[in-house]
């Protein structure tokens, strides 16, 4: 038999999280970064619970690990993902309708059969635990089982998990369309079973403009309507050639994005991957509604999509994320993306600063999608979804470490030169899933 979990447990590290959201270009950030050197994190019946001083131990009430001389995070949000395409992750040679037609749509016809969803929406989630994202909003397939078994998978983990299954009915394989009809018989089911079951949301999933009927995009808007609580996601705005069909198929809007806000999809559970190619209604539009945008830079400059104007996006409000968008994007480490991110903004003579990024990736994210009670910082009450990180790996990074002096460069030197080979471990409301050396087993399954 395992040990049982401890009901409360102190974790002793660097404690940094955000208490607001840092202001673009600011490295001092004073209001915004909590950096606690060395302190206790204090968990109790897998919520956070407090903080003290290093030197303030806890009592033997509580089951301590010492993690001192390490980063301790709240685990990371992927605000968008697609759990089949880690079978087609750095695929060559294509942009995005291409990339589509070449490598995605074949891989993700497998997911039809239920033993490959279930084995990939495992392997997915483990993957998102081992790179440090402990919640996570994503695409499964548009089979009905694929995002049975990611809200299973994800139940078991005891993990927040925002999906749904993928709408397409037109400009796709025959085998991965469905039908307005059965689609929406399929939502309604997985929303009923599902949706505010543990730690778990739907989101309706409309693949992107392209791929949906305009009765379809309609079914998606009366879901939303008739559901309040739960999600959208989807793809906007992401690629010119994508863009220029858009425009094709729906004359009558006024743009990209106007094709969702007039079916009734535009509103603050709203997830767009991508939008680059928006103009300035557009953004103000996605500031009225209070939508998010899930900025996934690695995506976009692997399949040459173009690069995201997140200045321009922070000028009008609009709420942003960041996002793996694997497999377009080519990894799930988030620091990864944020390194990507910032050199994204260089480009355009713009620079990201460690705080603003990471707080893209956990309390911002979490107040995006609403969720800044249970999510993204160390407030007590929040879940303690915390993940431990080695402030550095291997010896170049040990030496740029060494000769850091302020917190912002530490961090941001962090955030350039680490990975997934970073992590110590990863707690799921309080529960290790994932320490390095170690395979988790016996673990308590909430669901
Ligand atoms: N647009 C429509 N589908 C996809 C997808 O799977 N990945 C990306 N990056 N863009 C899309
Ligand atoms: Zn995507």
Redesign the pocket.
């Known amino acids: 038999m395992a040990a049982p979990h401890p009901r409360r447990l102190a974790l002793r590290g660097d404690l940094l999280d955000f208490t607001s959201a840092p202001a673009w270009g600011d490295v001092d950030a004073a209001g915004a970064v909590r950096f606690r050197a060395d302190h206790w994190l204090l968990i109790e019946a897998g919520r956070i619970v407090g903080a003290r001083p290093g030197a303030e131990a806890p009592d033997d009430s509580w089951s301590r690990v010492d993690h001192r001389g390490k980063l301790i995070l709240p685990g990371f949000i992927d605000t968008h993902v697609?759990s089949p395409?880690l079978d087609v992750i750095a695929s060559y040679g294509t942009a995005?309708l291409d990339w589509?037609d070449t490598y995605?749509f074949p891989a993700e016809q497998r997911y039809a059969e239920a033993s490959e969803a279930d084995a990939g929406a495992s392997r997915f989630l483990d993957a998102l635990l081992a790179h440090g994202t402990t919640s996570a909003v994503v695409?499964a397939t548009v089979h009905k089982g694929s995002a049975d078994a990611l809200f299973s998978a994800a139940c078991e983990r005891g993990m927040r998990l925002i999906t749904g299954k993928v709408l397409m009915d037109r400009h796709a394989p025959p085998a991965l369309c469905d039908d307005v009809v059965q689609a929406e018989r399929d939502c309604t089911d997985l929303i009923e079973r599902w949706h505010g079951t543990d730690r778990l949301a739907y989101a309706v999933t409309v693949?992107?403009a392209p791929t949906s009927t305009p009765a379809q995009l309609a079914m998606a808007g009366r879901l939303c309507a008739t559901h309040p609580g739960i999600y959208m996601q989807t793809?906007v705005a992401?690629n010119r050639d994508?863009v220029r069909w858009v425009g094709e198929l729906f004359p009558e809007a006024r743009s990209y994005l106007d094709v969702y806000a007039r079916a009734g999809l535009l509103d603050a559970r709203g997830v767009f991957?991508?939008g680059i190619w928006l103009d300035a209604a557009d953004r103000a539009a996605l500031h009225a509604a209070g939508a998010l945008i899930a900025h996934?830079p690695s995506?976009n400059l692997f399949?040459g999509s173009g690069l995201f104007d997140w200045r321009a996006a922070e000028a009008a409000g609009v709420a942003v994320a960041v996002a793996s968008?694997v497999g377009?994007g080519t990894s799930l480490s988030i620091q990864r993306n944020l390194a990507d991110a910032y050199k994204v903004q260089a480009m355009a003579g713009e620079r990201l600063t460690a705080w603003k990024a990471l707080h893209a990736a956990t309390r911002g994210a979490a107040v995006g999608l609403g969720l800044a009670d249970e999510i993204g910082s160390f407030n007590e009450g929040c879940m303690a979804d915390v993940c431990v990180w080695d402030w550095a790996s291997g010896a170049v990074a040990e030496r740029r470490l060494d000769m850091c002096r302020a917190l912002h460069e530490k961090v941001f030197a962090w955030m350039t030169l680490s990975d997934e080979r970073n992590l110590v471990a990863a707690y799921v409301a309080g529960v290790p899933r994932r320490e390095r050396h170690l395979s988790v087993t016996n673990l308590p399954t909430p669901c």
């Open positions: 697609h395409q995005l589509l995605t695409f693949r992107f793809h992401e994508e991957a991508h996934s995506s399949l968008d377009g």
